[in-house]
């Protein structure tokens, strides 16, 4: 689990030689695992039945859109996971690194500057925000938090859509700058056509941001979140400032969702407000409890599989149950077509269940981290002393 | 969780029960002053139009006053709770076949009472039923996960109703006739006096069912320590079940208002709902009845300032900048005798 894990003494495989050996250099494991992303993903879409579904260039265009949710998830998982905040208005900031590109890269306000440093403006642009916000609100229980968050998320849309002559309104803001890489790497060529260097550019990004993460969870820093997050009295007893602590995790999530968001507007060249709604907040929250709260790589891993399935796995399913020609099904008066169903309006409603499911019997989530999963279990004793007095009271009676 | 947290009474004192009513007709009073500044002959139709929309949100706060009072949870899925009302009551009124307003008074009445009951009864057993599959279990669980499933199951209720009976906007025939109250100084609509009256009367009853009978008691005391009210032989569990009945029932009858009153209805319309009455029950101090009933009507006061002078567009802005202001000036809110925990 953590970086100063011990190498055991008897190495039974190559294999075990190979985690103890990442374990202890997890830099290293996540530079690997982007470099293997690199080269395998591109591969996998060639394979039927993926390649049935797209090309190899579809797929990656896909790819790179699925690396902006990753990015969303894994910052979330520092305020969700780590800290234990609830998030609601994640989208929030998202729209402000977006906006904050269109602002330094398009002929709107006439600037043009670099992608490279718009990615750290917007990122310090969104991270002044959540400082902004959060202060006020983490000084309060954490509930206060979602709420606020919850505005935030709803206003910031409202406040594009509205300010006309600040932010073009609902046609938001066209003609964004692509990247360039200035000829170096050999990954040129930005460009709606190609959405190789897009891919590159996003596994890079995720792999640095991955880096940072899983840097600062091991650190003192990440460390007081923890104890925050498990009893926030005791880690303030024991000298932690958890106002201060709180809001770094609060604002280091809105900086990476402030990276994604300008890399997201660099990707699609176009801003418009519609893009930035609750929905994306809530996609960017199931796939956190899905992949596991506060474990950073199954957080990664489930955002990019639930991505793919709502991206391509429910139209695919769509298209597959309809060419089964399946009979339509009479309840009463009710008429059932499966063939007819369009799988995509299900997909909240789907990720709806999926929470509630997943908290109720699962909520460490399907990659759990081994101290959440602690965590969460620890009210089974609880749970057992209570089932005791029940049956204490039906004794009684 | 101990005995600074919150309670579902009123002031306890004979002088503090005069606060809430004072400062509410203080609030009413500059609310019309600043209305009448910015809308001239047209003041008498907004004010009434400012305190029925009030009445609206207070009647959905009081459902996350009272749930947040007696399990601190803030239940995301009240607001779909009360748009979910909304849609029974278009359903009913259809199904009844009734297109348009009934002119008849004695039918008028009739179809009321099933509408208005219909929708209390459905919505308030689905927050029963919320409240059991979705809550309970998590009730010792970190505060994260019922925060969580809240959310969930606002976006369930949400696309239930939005792929299983419209996602678009649905147009709910105004059963009460449009025709107005001449008082010779002003004239106020049926509608309007009919949606006051009637939330009024909801809150009197729920004031009275709190303050006066056992059941009422049992919540009370829950509110306030629940392991002392269980020893004292408060079933825990009936009184939970029995809050979000009455909180949801709250909120199908706040539905059926949006309809008789607003006349459309959308499968979202939830979402905002909820912001602007959870903002009112913070306003008020979350926890406390009255306080939400005021912090209803302040938002319904303020919504319509804002439109008044020109920024209808803005009004979502407005609330939530008094819910951070409240938050950070007063956060245990106007009325507030209970602590907000700070830990």
Not at chain 1, 17 to 24: D, L, M, P
Not at chain 1, 64 to 93: I, R
Not at chain 1, 216 to 238: F, H, Y
Not at chain 2, 276 to 289: D, E, H, P, Q, S
């Amino acid at each position: 689990m953590t970086a100063t894990s011990t190498v055991p003494p008897r190495r039974p495989s190559p294999i075990g030689r190979i985690r103890a050996f990442f374990g202890g250099h997890q830099s290293l494991a996540i530079i690997a695992g982007a470099a293997v992303v690199l080269l395998v993903l591109p591969q996998i879409a060639l394979l039927p039945p993926f390649s049935g579904f797209g090309t190899q260039k579809d797929w990656v265009g896909g790819f790179s859109n699925a690396g902006v949710f990753v990015l969303l998830a894994v910052g979330l998982n520092v305020v969700v996971g780590l800290a234990g905040l609830l998030d609601l208005g994640y989208a929030a900031f998202f729209a402000i690194g977006a906006y904050t590109y269109a602002y330094g890269a398009s002929p709107f306000l006439n600037l043009h500057i670099p992608f490279w440093i718009m990615l750290i403006v917007g990122a310090a642009v969104a991270a002044a925000f959540g400082i902004l916000l959060g202060a006020p609100t983490l000084r309060l229980r954490g509930d206060y938090l979602a709420i606020v968050t919850l505005g935030f998320g709803e206003i910031v849309p409202v406040v594009i859509l509205n300010a006309n002559n600040y932010t073009n309104g609902t046609n938001g803001i066209t003609g964004l700058a692509q990247p360039s890489a200035y000829g170096l790497f050999g990954v040129d060529g930005f460009g709606f056509s190609n959405p190789w260097p897009y891919f590159v550019t996003v596994v890079g990004i995720v792999m640095v941001t991955m880096i940072l993460l899983y840097r600062l969870q091991d650190s003192r820093l990440g460390r007081a979140w923890v104890a925050i997050r498990e009893d926030e009295l005791a880690a303030a007893s024991m000298g932690i400032n958890t106002v201060t602590t709180k809001l770094l995790a609060f604002s280091i999530g809105a900086t990476t969702s402030g990276l994604a968001g300008v890399f997201y507007a660099s990707k699609l060249g176009v801003v418009t407000p519609d893009q930035f709604g609750f929905t994306v907040s809530f996609t960017a929250l199931a796939m956190v409890v899905l992949g596991g709260m506060g474990n950073t790589l199954g957080v990664a891993a489930g955002a990019f599989v639930i991505y793919e399935i709502q991206s391509t796995g429910l139209k695919q399913l769509g298209q597959v149950v309809q060419s089964l020609h399946l009979p339509v099904v009479a309840l009463g008066p009710i008429k059932v077509d499966i063939g007819s169903i369009n799988f995509i309006n299900y997909q909240y409603l789907l990720y709806g269940l999926a929470l509630v499911g997943m908290m109720l019997l699962r909520p460490e989530g399907l990659f759990p981290s081994r101290r959440r999963r602690q965590e969460l279990h620890e009210d089974t004793d609880e749970v057992a002393e209570f089932k005791s007095a029940e049956t204490l009271e039906a004794i009684d009676r | 969780m101990t005995a600074e947290a919150t309670a579902l009474s009123g002031p306890r004192f004979p002088v503090a029960r005069l606060r809430g009513p004072l400062i509410l007709l203080l609030v009413i009073l500059a609310s019309y002053a600043v209305i009448a500044f910015g809308a001239g002959e047209q003041a008498p139709a907004q004010f009434i139009n400012a305190v029925t929309i009030g009445a609206l949100y207070a009647l959905i706060a009081l459902g996350y006053t009272m749930v947040y009072g007696i399990i601190e949870l803030i239940n995301f899925a009240h607001g779909e709770i009360f748009m979910c009302g909304s849609f029974v009551s278009w359903s009913v009124i259809t199904t009844m076949g009734i297109t348009g307003a009934i002119t008849d008074i004695p039918r008028l009445v009739i179809v009321l009472v099933v509408v208005f009951l219909i929708s209390m009864l459905v919505m308030g057993v689905v927050g029963v039923i919320i409240e059991r599959f979705a809550y309970r279990r998590l009730r010792n669980a970190p505060r994260l996960a019922p925060l969580i499933t809240a959310i969930g199951v606002s976006f369930i209720l949400q696309n239930i109703i939005s792929v299983g009976i419209s996602n678009s906007v649905v147009t709910i025939p105004q059963l009460i006739p449009n025709t107005k109250l001449d008082f010779g100084v002003f004239s106020i609509s049926v509608i309007n006096v009919f949606v006051i009256a009637l939330a009024l009367a909801l809150m009197v009853a729920l004031h009275l069912f709190i303050t006066q009978t056992r059941l009422g008691t049992a919540m009370r005391s829950t509110a306030m320590d629940r392991e002392a009210a269980q020893l004292m032989g408060v079933n825990i569990n009936t009184t939970i079940a029995i809050t979000f009945f009455i909180g949801s029932a709250l909120a199908g009858a706040a539905g059926v208002v949006q309809g008789l009153y607003i006349g459309v209805t959308v499968f979202n319309i939830g979402f905002n709902y909820g912001l602007k009455a959870f903002t009112a029950a913070v306003l008020g101090g979350i926890g406390n009845t009255t306080g939400a009933v005021l912090g209803g009507f302040v938002i319904g006061f303020l919504e319509v300032i804002s439109q008044v002078y020109g920024y209808a567009n803005w009004s979502e802005a407005v609330v939530f900048g008094a819910l951070v202001a409240v938050l950070i000036f007063r956060p245990t809110g106007i009325l507030g005798q209970q602590l907000a925990d700070r830990a």
